[in-house]
């Protein structure tokens, strides 16, 4: 396909753009009408007085200013296309690192738009990404700007914004949103397909072929652009509901466009993930309101009716004598072999046992409480990726997880609550292992919290926090012990701190040295060679050890022998000792692991230094210079700045320097990816040990797990199944995610998709949720 003319392209973009709005201009009439429409039919539903009072009210305030909502969103978006507009006053709100005073009811406001743009994406996402990848394309972007009127969070603050100017209750929005969100869902992704129609048959990107747009490594290139324009790839797979297939493209403007990709969003998938889940939440707490009553939004804690607190005493003990839960967890003669069989048994069970305390219960929130906890349990069991010895632990946790859930509403509201964190956390361990590999630690330290758990059924989510945190020190260790990981992670701490260190000193040394009439021979050995020696010292021998402070001292008496020496004592000094000096530094350059003729060269580079410098009657370095450089030599670890060093160089020859280990079973991962912006660094860093990723490397696909992360947070240790070792710095860490070449097996939590599926089911039989 010809490129388009340069003259064309940024007029193209922002035609898009106006179609867009126009298509939205158009559609607001009918929105009012959909609002309208709703508020009153949800004004005949029955429900408690305040509720129908907030409908009233709703209804009332929309019937006065409906004319003035829709004439100021009509406003809004025509002022949408203009430089510099801004959906929101409050866009601070969002913008790291600064502090400010906001307006009341801007953070409330703010949410109701993240939950409207979300709603709208999750059905727009796959129309959006093209789009917002056509739309960067033309202008040469790396991402579209915060206030772009193309992106949903924008179009959803619009909505909100004008909705609280024309004079709106915030408290009727959330009552409009439920009949507003899935319509405006759809004329939007209406809009999104009309400019990547009109985008398409205007030349622009009519091919897209996401894996040509990620920046691999060097030896991962099958072939460049220009070897693939024009190319017919009929078989390529596409975007579903794309204009236009996305299969192996062209790259219409010239630009590089194959070299990177920014995941075409400026959230991490991690946030998204958040939001998703936050929604399912949402979701389960309007049913449960909705159904049940308002027992939902207690704040206090709410002990269970006697007589299912006797019956929750009862299926305790019957877990505890067995009930289809066999001793599990060891390797030794106790240890029994846990099949899907058992997981039926365990899993039929607790069917019975819901059953049981459902009848005991004596409230329809409880009731309903033990239904939700019951049918998350069976899709915790249900999910064949954790091994079966695994699950029949997950099922014993049901009746304490029940206890916490009836004491505590927040727990079907809240990610962040204990118990849902520890299931988590010790799901993901374990949904990456393949059934060759021993997890029999892993199992055993699983059995020994469930146990805890249960010797403490009083303690509530005191005791999911406590075990939670001793989880966690668990994995900290465990992992890196495992298999060759435990040979390396001592390696890559070593690495880390060798090539820290080295770049740490050079800064020093030339902090130290500027000021002072060192020959450039001398300075460019000291830089380039002795730093290394240095830090390789530090780390093999210790800061205090002997041999680190000779070969600190080395470097003070090579800087005093090279400066100018017209005295005629000092010259018959430097006689003296050069021999024992130039014997330190062979030995210096050894721990390097120089070859004796590149040692060679190095001396003779030194040695001529020095005989010049014997010679020279310029002016020498002071004593009190000397002194003081000596001394900060000696305690060069006292003026390290304790700041990151940025990048660190580092390969297979660093371990097998340092210590000599053979590192033919890990491997150092220092090239590809693409460049990452700052929500993929922030998401680097809060990357969890233990959790499964799938890496692609050198056009192979591995599944690899997040073994360790070292004190620095500098290397991180991923290790597959069958024990091979990535260590990467976490720059390349962020790299990858961005690329997408490091993408996380599991996007949803474990009790996340257990609530996702207990609401699909409560949805589809609304009655069982009291029957």
Same mark, same amino acid.
């Given at each position: 396909?010809?490129?388009?003319?340069?003259?064309?392209?940024?007029?193209?973009?922002?035609?898009?753009?106006?179609?867009?709005?126009?298509?939205?201009?158009?559609?607001?009439?009918?929105?009012?009408?959909?609002?309208?429409? *709703?508020?009153?039919?949800?004004?005949?539903?029955?429900?408690?007085?305040? +509720?129908?009072?907030?409908?009233?009210?709703?209804?009332?305030?929309?019937?006065?200013?409906?004319?003035?909502?829709?004439?100021?969103?009509?406003?809004?978006?025509? %002022?949408?296309?203009?430089?510099?507009?801004?959906?929101?006053?409050?866009?601070?709100?969002?913008?790291?690192?600064?502090?400010?005073?906001?307006?009341?009811?801007?953070?409330?406001?703010?949410?109701? /738009?993240?939950?409207?743009?979300?709603?709208?994406?999750?059905?727009?996402?796959?129309?959006?990404?093209?789009?917002?990848?056509?739309?960067?394309?033309?202008?040469?972007?790396?991402?579209?700007?915060?206030?772009?009127?193309?992106?949903?969070?924008?179009?959803?603050?619009?909505?909100?914004?004008?909705?609280?100017? /024309?004079?709106?209750?915030?408290?009727?929005?959330?009552?409009?949103?439920?009949?507003?969100?899935?319509?405006?869902?759809?004329?939007?992704?209406?809009?999104?397909?009309?400019?990547?129609?009109?985008?398409?048959?205007?030349?622009?990107?009519?091919?897209?072929?996401?894996?040509?747009?990620?920046?691999?490594?060097?030896?991962?290139?099958?072939?460049?652009?220009?070897?693939?324009?024009?190319?017919?790839?009929?078989?390529?797979?596409?975007?579903?509901?794309?204009?236009?297939?996305?299969?192996?493209?062209?790259?219409?403007?010239?630009?590089?466009?194959?070299?990177?990709? %920014?995941?075409?969003? #400026?959230?991490?998938?991690?946030?998204?993930?958040?939001?998703? /889940?936050?929604?399912?939440?949402?979701?389960?707490?309007?049913?449960?309101?909705?159904?049940?009553?308002?027992?939902?939004?207690?704040?206090?804690?709410?002990?269970? #009716?006697?007589?299912?607190?006797?019956?929750?005493?009862?299926?305790?003990?019957?877990?505890?004598?067995?009930?289809?839960?066999?001793?599990?967890?060891?390797?030794?003669?106790?240890? =029994?072999?846990?099949?899907?069989?058992?997981?039926?048994?365990?899993?039929?069970?607790?069917?019975?046992?819901?059953?049981?305390?459902?009848?005991?219960?004596?409230?329809?929130?409880?009731?309903?409480?033990?239904?939700?906890?019951?049918?998350?349990?069976?899709?915790?069991?249900?999910?064949?990726?954790?091994?079966?010895?695994?699950?029949?632990?997950?099922?014993?946790?049901?009746?304490?997880?029940?206890?916490?859930?009836?004491?505590?509403?927040?727990?079907?509201?809240?990610?962040?609550?204990?118990?849902?964190?520890?299931?988590?956390?010790?799901?993901?361990?374990?949904?990456?292992?393949?059934?060759?590999?021993?997890?029999?630690?892993?199992?055993?330290?699983? $059995?020994?919290?469930?146990?805890?758990?249960?010797?403490?059924?009083?303690?509530?989510? %005191?005791?999911?926090?406590?075990?939670?945190?001793?989880?966690? $020190?668990?994995?900290?260790?465990?992992?890196?012990?495992?298999?060759?990981?435990?040979?390396?992670?001592?390696?890559?701490?070593?690495?880390?701190?060798?090539?820290?260190?080295?770049?740490?000193?050079?800064?020093?040394?030339?902090?130290?040295?500027?000021?002072?009439?060192?020959?450039?021979?001398?300075?460019?050995?000291?830089? $380039?060679?002795?730093?290394?020696?240095? /830090?390789?010292?530090?780390?093999?021998?210790?800061?205090?050890?002997?041999?680190?402070?000779?070969?600190?001292?080395?470097?003070?008496?090579?800087?005093?022998?090279?400066?100018?020496?017209?005295?005629?004592?000092?010259?018959?000094?430097?006689?003296?000792?050069?021999?024992?000096?130039?014997?330190?530094?062979?030995?210096?350059?050894?721990?390097? @692991?120089?070859?004796?003729?590149?040692?060679?060269? *190095?001396?003779?580079?030194?040695?001529?230094?020095?005989?010049?410098?014997?010679?020279?009657?310029?002016?020498?370095?002071?004593?009190?210079?000397?002194?003081?450089?000596?001394?900060?030599?000696? *305690?060069?670890?006292?003026?390290?700045? +304790?700041?990151?060093?940025?990048?660190?160089?580092?390969?297979?020859?660093? !371990?097998?320097?340092? !210590?000599? =280990?053979?590192?033919?079973?890990?491997?150092?991962?220092?090239? @590809?990816?693409?460049?990452?912006?700052?929500?993929?660094?922030?998401?680097?860093?809060?990357?969890?040990?233990?959790?499964?990723?799938?890496?692609? *490397?050198?056009?192979?696909? #591995?599944?690899?797990?997040?073994?360790?992360?070292?004190?620095?947070?500098?290397?991180?240790?991923?290790?597959?199944?069958?024990?091979?070792?990535?260590?990467?710095?976490?720059?390349?860490?962020?790299?990858?995610?961005?690329?997408?070449?490091? =993408?996380?097996?599991?996007?949803?939590?474990?009790?996340?998709?257990?609530?996702?599926?207990?609401?699909?089911?409560?949805?589809?039989?609304?009655?069982?949720?009291?029957?």
């Amino acid at each position: 396909m010809a490129s388009l003319p340069d003259q064309r392209v940024v007029p193209l973009a922002r035609q898009a753009r106006e179609r867009f709005v126009v298509h939205l201009g158009g559609f607001l009439p009918e929105l009012v009408k959909v609002c309208d429409s *709703h508020l009153t039919a949800v004004m005949g539903k029955s429900g408690t007085n305040s +509720e129908m009072a907030l409908r009233r009210d709703a209804w009332t305030h929309f019937q006065k200013h409906q004319d003035t909502w829709h004439n100021l969103c009509r406003k809004a978006l025509q %002022r949408s296309l203009q430089p510099g507009f801004s959906s929101t006053n409050s866009a601070s709100l969002s913008a790291p690192g600064q502090l400010e005073l906001v307006a009341e009811g801007a953070i409330d406001d703010q949410i109701m /738009a993240s939950r409207l743009a979300m709603s709208v994406l999750e059905r727009t996402s796959t129309e959006l990404n093209a789009l917002r990848l056509r739309v960067q394309y033309l202008e040469r972007r790396e991402e579209l700007p915060r206030g772009d009127v193309l992106l949903p969070d924008v179009m959803a603050r619009l909505l909100v914004d004008q909705w609280i100017a /024309a004079g709106l209750p915030r408290e009727a929005w959330p009552v409009v949103q439920e009949a507003l969100a899935p319509a405006l869902a759809t004329r939007m992704l209406a809009a999104y397909r009309l400019a990547n129609e009109f985008l398409v048959n205007s030349g622009v990107m009519k091919d897209i072929d996401l894996q040509a747009l990620v920046k691999r490594t060097p030896g991962s290139r099958t072939g460049s652009a220009s070897d693939r324009v024009g190319e017919d790839r009929s078989g390529a797979a596409s975007m579903p509901g794309a204009a236009g297939p996305l299969r192996a493209g062209v790259p219409t403007l010239n630009m590089e466009v194959h070299h990177e990709t %920014r995941m075409m969003t #400026s959230a991490t998938p991690l946030a998204r993930a958040r939001m998703r /889940a936050q929604g399912v939440l949402g979701r389960l707490k309007r049913m449960l309101m909705d159904r049940v009553g308002g027992d939902f939004e207690a704040t206090q804690l709410l002990p269970p #009716s006697p007589g299912l607190q006797q019956a929750m005493q009862r299926s305790t003990a019957l877990d505890r004598a067995d009930s289809g839960l066999p001793v599990t967890g060891g390797s030794g003669p106790d240890a =029994v072999y846990v099949s899907a069989a058992h997981v039926e048994r365990a899993a039929n069970a607790l069917r019975q046992r819901t059953t049981e305390l459902k009848r005991a219960a004596s409230t329809p929130t409880e009731r309903a409480t033990i239904e939700v906890v019951a049918l998350m349990f069976q899709s915790i069991l249900a999910e064949e990726r954790i091994p079966p010895s695994v699950r029949v632990w997950f099922a014993r946790l049901q009746i304490p997880v029940l206890r916490v859930a009836l004491a505590e509403p927040e727990f079907f509201s809240a990610l962040q609550h204990p118990a849902r964190r520890l299931i988590d956390r010790m799901g993901s361990c374990v949904m990456g292992f393949e059934s060759n590999v021993s997890t029999a630690a892993l199992e055993a330290e699983i $059995k020994r919290v469930v146990q805890v758990i249960e010797q403490y059924p009083e303690t509530g989510r %005191r005791v999911f926090q406590l075990v939670f945190d001793e989880f966690q $020190k668990f994995l900290a260790t465990y992992l890196s012990k495992q298999g060759s990981a435990s040979r390396f992670v001592s390696v890559a701490q070593q690495v880390e701190q060798k090539e820290t260190l080295s770049v740490q000193y050079t800064i020093e040394l030339r902090k130290l040295l500027d000021d002072m009439p060192v020959r450039d021979e001398v300075r460019e050995f000291l830089f $380039k060679v002795w730093v290394d020696v240095l /830090a390789v010292a530090t780390v093999k021998y210790g800061v205090k050890n002997e041999e680190t402070s000779a070969l600190k001292q080395a470097a003070s008496d090579l800087l005093w022998s090279a400066s100018a020496k017209p005295d005629r004592l000092e010259r018959m000094r430097v006689i003296q000792q050069l021999p024992g000096l130039l014997q330190r530094l062979r030995q210096g350059m050894g721990l390097l @692991g120089y070859p004796k003729a590149l040692q060679d060269q *190095h001396i003779k580079v030194v040695g001529d230094t020095l005989a010049e410098a014997f010679m020279s009657r310029t002016e020498p370095i002071s004593k009190d210079d000397l002194d003081r450089l000596s001394k900060r030599l000696a *305690h060069l670890e006292d003026f390290l700045p +304790e700041s990151g060093v940025g990048d660190l160089e580092f390969d297979s020859d660093s !371990i097998e320097m340092i !210590i000599g =280990v053979d590192a033919s079973n890990i491997e150092m991962i220092n090239q @590809g990816g693409s460049q990452p912006n700052e929500a993929m660094r922030a998401w680097a860093v809060e990357l969890q040990i233990g959790a499964w990723f799938g890496l692609d *490397h050198n056009g192979k696909f #591995s599944s690899v797990q997040l073994a360790w992360r070292s004190d620095r947070g500098q290397l991180y240790m991923f290790v597959s199944n069958n024990g091979h070792c990535f260590l990467m710095q976490v720059a390349r860490v962020a790299s990858f995610l961005q690329a997408g070449l490091l =993408v996380p097996s599991e996007e949803e939590a474990l009790t996340v998709r257990a609530t996702r599926e207990a609401l699909t089911q409560l949805e589809a039989n609304p009655e069982r949720l009291l029957g």
